[in-house]
């Protein structure tokens, strides 16, 4: 077996941080964080068009809705999620969320928009999250008397999701719900009529119905997240994997032929040196781990965008994909594990395949959790550049000698 390591200006063709990944709404889980001023993300729900007319026991047709009873929503937290950063002595401490209304009409993703509904005189509830492992489900009530209006109003009840305490302690700590596309999506309900026998509650699950004129982006909002402060630098020469908005790093390798098309490929490794001080999001206590996914891209040299490229990842039964895991306890540096990709890229022509990966986080837009890490730069010191370390085997003959 032969050994070499190859520096990452002559291994890598490109190396460059990628934004606006995943897209908006499509996030794996809905997150809600605040620490300080460094992170503030919300989370919006939509259930449109909500059912305004119910059928009393005493009428054959239908009639508007007068009244609100038992006005809740439902929503699954994912309680393996949870970290809060407590002050001294407070040994653990129970989130606490605030519901607000904030429906409006002509503004689907502004922020300065949307943030400034969180305020008192729309506020809908407040409940503390107890958790227990695995996952919990809360109903959660909500104010009767402002539903009603907007059950008569617009018929759109748009719930925007806030941390605003943790325990004793100012909200400093973060939590996950199940999105409208799990198995366990957000419901809203609410009862027409006292005869609560005979009369079913009127319930519904996420539904968007604007922009009218992006039938798509429509569908996307059915829940999404509201990033007021992020966790992501500005796009620089640095390469990010995670954060809040999601970064992702683009690499397409130059890799010597006789190896990659000749060889037998044991093992290829990319090593990423950390930026001091740009791990960021993380917390001790229950600790966190950052991990990173490096599918290869089955996308041919053609497509030269590396934005355009990141989004043709090969599924794990084309391309295994291994996950690498690190914490902030971790010196200086990762290795990212790529010899499934490599092996792919043997016996394709380099016209037809793109010998690439993409480094994102796991749980992608729905975690605060980032990386910072050098760039193959003539300007970065050679001990700090990626390299990409190759153990192989050569073509063995089993001819006569």
Not at 51 to 71: C, G, H, M
Not at 98 to 127: E, N
Not at 334 to 354: L, M, Q, Y
Request: no cysteine; charged share 15%; net charge neutral.
């Amino acid at each position: 077996m032969h050994d070499t390591v190859i520096d990452g200006l002559s291994a890598m063709a490109i190396d460059t941080t990628i934004a606006g990944y995943p897209l908006l709404g499509t996030e794996p889980e809905l997150l809600v964080a605040a620490s300080g001023d460094t992170l503030d993300v919300r989370s919006i729900i939509r259930f449109d068009s909500v059912q305004y007319k119910y059928r009393p026991t005493s009428a054959d047709t239908l009639q508007p809705v007068t009244q609100v009873i038992n006005s809740y929503v439902r929503l699954v937290f994912d309680t393996l999620s949870f970290r809060p950063r407590l002050p001294s002595g407070q040994p653990s401490g129970t989130p606490t969320i605030a519901i607000y209304d904030v429906d409006t009409v002509g503004s689907d993703t502004a922020v300065g928009v949307l943030s400034s509904l969180f305020r008192i005189d729309r506020r809908l509830a407040t409940q503390s999250v107890v958790l227990a492992s695995g996952t919990d489900t809360m109903r959660i009530s909500l104010d009767s008397t402002k539903i009603l209006a907007k059950i008569m109003g617009d018929h759109n009840i748009r719930l925007g999701i806030r941390l605003t305490a943790i325990g004793v302690a100012p909200p400093n700590g973060r939590l996950n719900m199940l999105n409208a596309t799990s198995g366990l999506p957000p419901v809203f309900s609410y009862e027409a009529d006292t005869d609560t026998t005979a009369i079913p509650a009127i319930t519904a699950e996420a539904r968007s119905t604007t922009p009218t004129n992006d039938s798509a982006l429509a569908q996307r909002l059915l829940n999404y997240p509201l990033i007021v402060a992020g966790t992501s630098p500005p796009v620089g020469e640095h390469l990010d994997i995670g954060g809040i908005p999601a970064r992702r790093t683009f690499v397409q390798f130059v890799l010597p032929t006789k190896i990659i098309d000749s060889a037998t490929v044991i093992r290829a490794t990319l090593t990423l040196h950390l930026i001091p001080n740009t791990m960021r999001g993380f917390f001790t206590s229950p600790p966190d781990s950052l991990g990173v996914l490096a599918p290869g891209i089955i996308s041919t040299p053609a497509i030269t965008d590396p934005g355009h490229a990141a989004g043709f990842n090969a599924p794990s039964t084309v391309i295994g994909i291994d996950t690498s895991y690190f914490t902030p306890s971790y010196p200086d540096s990762i290795n990212i594990e790529f010899v499934n990709a490599a092996r792919h890229w043997k016996g394709r022509a380099a016209d037809t395949v793109s010998r690439a990966i993409v480094l994102m986080g796991t749980n992608e837009g729905a975690s605060p959790l980032i990386a910072s890490f050098y760039p193959a730069l003539p300007s970065v010191p050679y001990a700090l550049r990626p390299h990409v370390h190759l153990a192989y085997v050569n073509p063995v003959g089993f001819g006569l000698p």
